[in-house]
C-alpha cells in the first residue's frame, strides 16, 4: 500500500470520534428507550470496529514505509478526539479520591486511625475496580490507533536517535496519563522530528483558554 493509498487519519479519525461519542450519547439515552438506542447503538459499534481495524492497518503499512509523518499525524488527531473521554474518567476518579480524602480529614479525631486504614484499604479496592478498567477500556480500545502508532514512532526515534530503552519505556509509561501523554507527545514531536509546533501553540493557547475560563467562572460565583 502506497502513501496515497492510506486513507487520510483526518476524515476516518472524524468517524472514529463520531462512533465513540454516539455511542456515550446512546447509551445515556438507554434509560429513555433502550429500543431505539440498541437499534441505533448498533451500527455505531460496526463503524468503531470498522474504522480501528482500518487505521490499524495503515498504521502497520506506514511502518514498512517508515513513514514518521503518517504516524505522528494519526497520534495527535486521534489523541485529541479521544482526550475528553480521557479527562472525563481522570475527573471522575479523581474527584472520588478527593472525597474519600475529605472523609478521612472531616472524620472523628478518635476514631481518625480507624477510618484511616478503613478507607485506605476502600481507596485500593477502588482504584481496582475503577482504575484498572478504566485503563484497559479507554487506553487499551479506544486509544490503540494513538498507543500503535506512538509506539513506532518510539521506535524508530530509538533507532535513528540512540534514545535508551529507559528513556523509551518512561515516554510510552506517560502516554498512560491523560493530559501528560498530549505534552509528551509534543516533546518528541518537536525534539526528534522538528515537528508539531504549531499544533504545540494551539494546544498551550486551547489549554490556558480554557483554564482561564474555568477560573473567571469560579471567581465570578464565588465573590
Known amino acids: 500500500m502506497k502513501y496515497d493509498q492510506k486513507q487520510n487519519p483526518l476524515w476516518m479519525g472524524i468517524l472514529y470520534g463520531t462512533a465513540i461519542y454516539s455511542s456515550i450519547v446512546l447509551a445515556i439515552l438507554y434509560i429513555v428507550s433502550a429500543v431505539v438506542a440498541t437499534v441505533l447503538i448498533i451500527p455505531m459499534c460496526i463503524m468503531f470496529v470498522f474504522v480501528l481495524i482500518l487505521q490499524t492497518r495503515n498504521i ?7 513513514d514518521v509523518d503518517y504516524c505522528l499525524k494519526t497520534y495527535f488527531i486521534y489523541k485529541y478526539i479521544i482526550m475528553p473521554v480521557e479527562l472525563i474518567c481522570a475527573g471522575i476518579i479523581g474527584a472520588s479520591i478527593f ?52 509506539e513506532y514512532v518510539l521506535g524508530i526515534t530509538q533507532k535513528k536517535y540512540g534514545i535508551s530503552s529507559a528513556e523509551r519505556a518512561i515516554h510510552f509509561l506517560l502516554q498512560m496519563i491523560p493530559v501528560l501523554d498530549i505534552i509528551d507527545g509534543l516533546y518528541i514531536s518537536i525534539k526528534y522530528w522538528n515537528r508539531g509546533r504549531v499544533l504545540a501553540i494551539v494546544s498551550a493557547a486551547f489549554t490556558f483558554s480554557v483554564v482561564a475560563l474555568v477560573l473567571s467562572i469560579y471567581f465570578a460565583n464565588r465573590f
Open 60 to 66: 502497520s503499512s506506514a511502518k514498512k514505509e517508515e
Open 99 to 150: 472525597v474519600i480524602f475529605g472523609m478521612i480529614i472531616h472524620w472523628p479525631e478518635e476514631d481518625l486511625i480507624a477510618a484511616f486504614f478503613a478507607l485506605f484499604f476502600a481507596m485500593i479496592i477502588y482504584m481496582i475496580i475503577a482504575i484498572i478498567p478504566y485503563v484497559l477500556i479507554v487506553f487499551a480500545v479506544i486509544g490503540l490507533p494513538c498507543f500503535i502508532s506512538i
